[in-house]
């Protein structure tokens, strides 16, 4: 089991909630906190095909916000780095789901540009509402 608390991901462990209906409560909710999902990588069937690995079932979901996106890139042109905020739902041992988002504040410590920092802290409590609403 990966660490639940650490300074790069907001996590929600969700031993109760199988796997496809994870990923598609989390692409039904990012909606409704202004998220699109842009990209969408299955990390299962890439590994599979590129290396012949087995692995667990694990996407992970680009999400982007547009308006604080470009509020984002518009204070710090470089910050298209570290976006679109990657969602990941993964499929637990024993069962259930994990369902994990890039933790903004954490990231965007790297940048040296005091405007980003309330950019982060409104994407994460947004990212944050996503992930709680899968435990309600």
Known sequence: MPDLD???AIVRDLPHLDYETAVARTRELLP???FG???E???TATLKTKLGADFRRYVI???CNPPLAHQALAAEPL???LLPCNVVVMERDGGGSL???MKPTGAFE???NPAAAPLAEEVESRLTRVLDGLTG
């Open 6 to 8: 650490n300074r790069y």
């Open 32 to 34: 409704g906190e202004g």
């Open 37 to 39: 999902v842009l990209t």
């Open 41 to 43: 990588i299955d990390v």
């Open 61 to 63: 979901l680009g999400a």
């Open 79 to 81: 910050i298209g780095v």
């Open 99 to 101: 369902v994990a988002a």
């Open 110 to 112: 790297l940048v040296d």
